[in-house]
C-alpha cells in the first residue's frame, strides 16, 4: 500500500515530521515492515529525523563503497549543494522513468510505503498523488491556507486523510 504524505505549502506544514511519526507508530504498533521514501531534497529529510548525523557512526561497516550514476548520482550532487533548476528538472525526469519498477519493488519488500512528497506538483509528485493508496494532506490550522486548498485541489479529496497542525486552541474553529 503506498500512502502518500503531501501538502500545498512549502513550509510549516511538517509534512516529513508527520510521516516520520506516522510511520514509526505503525512500524512500532503492527506487524507490518514499513518502508520511507522522499522524491525531493530538502534540509529535513527523512533520514536526518529517523537517525541524527551525531549517530551516523552506528551504520558505520567495513566494506566498499560505490558511486551509481541516474538517481543516485544526481542526488549525490543535490546532496553535495548543485542545487539548480536544471538538476531538479533532471531528477525528475529520471525519477518518473524508474517509478513504476520502483514502487514495485518498494512494495514487494515492505507492506506500507510512506512516500514524503514536493509541496509543488511537479511530475513524480504528481505522478505519485495519482498511483496512491491514500494521501494524508497535511494543513495548518490557517484559514487562509485551507480555504486556498479547498478551492484548488478538488481532485486530491476522494483518497484524503487530513491532518491539521500547528494547533492553535484559541481558534475560532475550534469545537467546544
Known amino acids: 500500500m503506498k500512502i502518500a504524505f503531501w501538502s500545498h505549502t ?9 510521516l516520520a511519526c506516522m ?3 505503525t512500524a512500532v504498533h503492527s506487524e507490518k515492515k514499513c518502508m520511507l521514501l522522499e522524491n525531493h531534497y530538502s534540509l529535513r529529510n527523512i533520514g536526518d529525523l529517523m537517525l541524527p548525523s551525531e549517530r551516523i557512526e552506528c551504520l558505520r561497516e567495513q566494506g566498499q ?12 550532487e543535490l546532496y553535495s549543494g548543485k ?6 528538472d533532471v531528477f525528475n525526469y529520471e525519477f518518473e522513468l524508474v517509478r513504476e519498477t520502483l514502487f514495485q519493488c518498494l512494495e514487494e519488500a515492505a507492506d506500507l510505503l510512506f512516500v514524503d512528497t514536493e ?8 505522478s505519485i498523488l495519482s498511483d496512491a493508496d491514500l494521501i494524508v494532506v497535511n494543513l495548518r490550522q490557517d484559514t487562509k491556507m485551507l480555504t486556498e486548498f479547498f478551492e484548488n485541489h478538488p481532485i486530491i479529496r476522494n483518497k484524503a486523510f487530513f491532518l491539521i497542525g500547528k494547533y492553535q486552541p484559541n481558534h ?3 469545537l467546544r
Open 119 to 126: 509541496s509543488n506538483r511537479n511530475l513524480s509528485t504528481t
Open 83 to 88: 542545487n539548480d533548476a536544471n538538476m531538479i
Open 172 to 174: 475560532t474553529w475550534n
Open 65 to 76: 563503497y560505490y558511486n551509481k550514476y541516474g538517481l543516485e548520482h544526481l542526488l549525490k
Open 10 to 18: 512549502r513550509e510549516g506544514a511538517c509534512v516529513t515530521t508527520n
Open 23 to 25: 510511520a514509526a507508530m
